[in-house]
């Protein structure tokens, strides 16, 4: 069959309208043949650009960091006199008098080799702070993991990551700050330690330099000041009492919580048995106890036996014999040997070596001082324990004198601690800010009248006052000499809460006040020593201060390596602003009767409950701010005293203080002042509580 040849065409699809023809391609210039690859580059899935970001950061932080171990490395001190402990600081009051010449610490030591420790005590200390001593290197990275996780993820009290070679490095060489260029030093300085002394050596240094309290530095020293007998003579109870005390000396102190210082007793004598170094059996005849289902043959006597033994242990203890006790002025030397510290933190190197240190103190001042102390909290009595004193230059802010207790060897009332760094509540002490900002500010006069009247109590919240009474109006002076609480909130407010606290801290009070009525009343803590910092702007006509302790150190060689500027105060009031307050407070002392025979400015005060009770005075030339409380070494809850007021502390305390003193110049009335009597007409004599002693003010 022939085939059909006629053509077929294959079938188009219609096209749309005819696309104009495209322009002629220009050649690309050189910038955007780059571009493609540019774009890429950071154009591409998010998580590329992610890593990028990442890496940048990463690369920024290494680079900081090691510019921080950099600088860290290159101002550490050497360690080339480790063994010797920093040398020694003698401390000068203002007149070239030897206050103290002491070692490591703040106080004068012995010094044993290892071979002069018990072999109990060298093995206690090792499960007290550093079971792995022996194994590990200068830092231990599975303790550091651990406190991480105790103190951070599980919340828990805070667990120790330092090893003993870090401690050394700490306690010896760095200020005890938490800052991360501290901590990084001390790696630092732990390393090299650890590079180049044995350990038996390591460890015979750091026994040699750790705190035990009660003013003890050195295994020596707590060996006598606890026990009464050498480092070499300790037994396994009681260097198992001591090696327990440094991680918190005053927290764990045998003679005021005897009960915490067993408890880090058994921590040490269980980790003893944990290393090896003791049997079961042996830790069970000191404390049954520490090996529970082994010590079952103790049954229910378990616990019974145990008191036996502590109560044993404790008749043993020796009484403490401070090693303060031979520094003058003990408040004081710590006081400056932390502005030590302070003024040379980005140089600790040069607190390695014996250094002699001028100080503002006058050591004839500062015995009047605690002499006075001591004497008139035994004379106030009524729950009075414990007092205060600190004595201020208005000129310069130097500290003149320094009492933070009234015995610093007395742990029963925490003696050691300084209440003229601490935060109290200042009661009506705090007063005379008030009455100053309002008449700064044009809010009052000293003759405007105020009111101390039921109706602007209930005003106020129904503030009352210390004799529970109400006197009507008032001048705004006779409301501040008499101390009145209602007349002073209601000078608060008219000035200004927020006013008040600016001007107040302008004075030099650091602490944080706050913004209501009660302020005004001393309801806020401040610390003395800005308290008195705050009263000399008053005295020195209207400049402020900055306290200071310090004005020269030098080294053996005799370079200065600081020596104090002239202070700079700035003004905060003007003469005549300054004295509208002076003017008053000047008849403080003859209308509370406080037996102060100088011409003195003078403010007393009192916080709710007699927890505190304060008295400050000034002349031009200097202030004494003093306080009287109750303190306890075991307890640190606010426990009042009985009806004690701050003209007690006045009459008992700063009166014979400032009695004993030699002549000041006296005030001068800056030209321009306002004038007003202050005659009080017989206003509100207080009544009196069988001492003879005017009571009240605030």
């Not at 008191?307 to 006790?325: G, I, K």
């Not at 320094?402 to 029963?412: H, I, P, R, T």
């Not at 020195?540 to 306290?547: I, T």
Request: aromatic share 8%; charged share 15%.
């Amino acid at each position: 069959m022939a085939c059909d040849r006629r053509k077929y065409t294959v079938p188009t699809v219609a096209a749309g309208p005819e696309r104009p023809p495209s322009p002629a391609r220009t050649p690309a210039t050189p910038a955007q043949r780059l571009e493609p690859r540019v774009r890429g580059r950071f154009s591409g899935p998010p998580w590329r650009r992610v890593l990028s970001a990442v890496a940048v950061v990463a690369l920024l932080v290494c680079g900081a960091f090691g510019f921080v171990v950099a600088y860290a490395a290159f101002t550490l001190p050497s360690i080339d006199n480790l063994g010797a402990a920093t040398g020694s600081l003698r401390i000068l009051d203002r007149h070239g008098g030897l206050i103290a010449d002491v070692g490591f610490g703040a106080t004068p030591h012995d010094t044993v080799t290892l071979d002069q420790v018990s072999p109990a005590m060298r093995v206690a200390i090792l499960a007290a702070e550093d079971r792995q001593f022996y194994t590990e290197g200068a830092i231990n990275p599975g303790r550091i993991l651990k406190a991480l996780v105790v103190d951070v993820i599980l919340r828990r009290p805070a667990q120790g990551a330092s090893t003993i070679t870090e401690q050394l490095a700490r306690n010896v060489f760095l200020p005890q700050d938490k800052s991360v260029m501290r901590k990084l030093r001390e790696a630092l300085l732990a390393d090299q330690i650890d590079q180049r002394y044995p350990k038996p050596q390591i460890l015979e240094m750091y026994l040699n330099a750790i705190y035990f309290g009660h003013g003890a530095y050195g295994v020596e020293d707590a060996a006598e000041t606890y026990f009464g007998v050498h480092a070499n003579a300790l037994t396994l109870p009681q260097a198992a009492l001591i090696a327990g005390l440094p991680q918190a000396p005053s927290a764990s102190d045998p003679y005021v919580n005897p009960q915490g210082a067993f408890a880090r007793m058994h921590y040490v004598l269980d980790g003893m048995v944990t290393m090896g170094a003791i049997t079961p059996a042996t830790a069970a005849a000191i404390d049954p106890l520490i090996c529970g289902d082994m010590c079952a043959r103790f049954g229910p006597a378990a616990s019974a036996v145990q008191v036996r033994h502590q109560q044993t242990l404790l008749r043993s203890l020796h009484d403490s014999r401070s090693a303060q006790a031979g520094v003058q002025a003990p408040h004081f030397v710590a006081y400056v040997r932390n502005q030590l510290a302070d003024l040379f933190k980005d140089d600790p190197q040069a607190l390695s070596g014996t250094l002699t240190v001028r100080t503002t103190l006058d050591l004839g001042i500062q015995r009047q001082a605690q002499s006075a102390v001591a004497r008139g909290v035994a004379t106030i009595g009524r729950n009075a324990n414990n007092g205060a004193l600190l004595m201020l230059d208005t000129h310069t802010g130097g500290i003149l004198a320094m009492v933070g207790s009234a015995d610093y060897n007395n742990a029963s009332i925490a003696g050691e601690f300084n209440v003229a760094t601490a935060l109290r509540r200042p009661g009506s002490s705090f007063k005379p800010y008030v009455y100053e900002q309002a008449l700064r500010e044009g809010a009052i006069t000293m003759s405007s009248i105020v009111d101390d009247t039921p109706r602007e109590s209930r005003s106020l919240n129904g503030v009352q006052d210390w004799d529970g009474n109400f006197m009507g109006q008032m001048p705004a002076w006779q409301a501040l000499l008499l101390s009145r609480n209602v007349p002073t909130e209601q000078v608060m407010e008219k000035a200004g809460p927020e006013n008040v606290i600016r001007f107040a801290h302008s004075l030099g009070i650091a602490s944080t006040l706050a913004d209501n009525a009660s302020t005004a009343i001393g309801s806020s803590a401040v610390r003395m020593l800005d308290h008195a910092a705050a009263y000399a702007a008053f005295a020195d006509g209207g400049s402020a201060v900055q306290p200071s302790s310090i004005t020269r150190v030098a080294n053996p060689a005799g370079a200065v390596l600081y020596n104090a500027s002239p202070p700079m105060g700035s003004t905060v009031m003007t003469p005549q602003q300054a004295y509208g307050v002076t003017g008053v407070l000047r008849q403080y002392n003859r209308q509370w009767h406080d037996g102060i025979t100088r011409d003195v400015a003078s403010k007393s005060g009192t916080t709710d409950n007699f927890t505190d009770a304060w008295f400050m005075a000034y002349t031009p030339d200097w202030v004494v701010a003093t306080w009287a409380g109750h303190t306890s070494g075991s307890d640190p809850a606010e426990v009042g005293m009985n009806a004690v007021y701050g003209n007690d502390v006045g009459m008992d305390i700063a009166a014979p203080f400032i009695n004993g003193l030699s002549a000041s110049a006296g005030f001068t009335v800056p030209p321009g002042s306002p004038s007003y009597s202050t005659s009080t007409s017989g206003g509100a004599p207080p009544s009196e509580h069988g001492k003879g002693h005017k009571h009240g003010g605030g």
